[in-house]
């Protein structure tokens, strides 16, 4: 079970830019549902 390092080398850029944004818009979610909550209370 040897991994390809050109296949790495390929999907790193791709997942660091998924992972990333889905931080952010999880993160902006997050206030945004807050923010609604507090309204609503």
Do not use: H, K, T
């Amino acid at each position: 079970m040897d991994i390809d390092f050109r296949v790495a080398i390929v999907l790193a850029p791709i997942v660091i830019a998924a992972s990333w944004a889905a931080f952010n818009i999880g993160a902006a979610a997050l206030r945004q549902l807050q923010s609604f909550l507090n309204r609503e209370a």
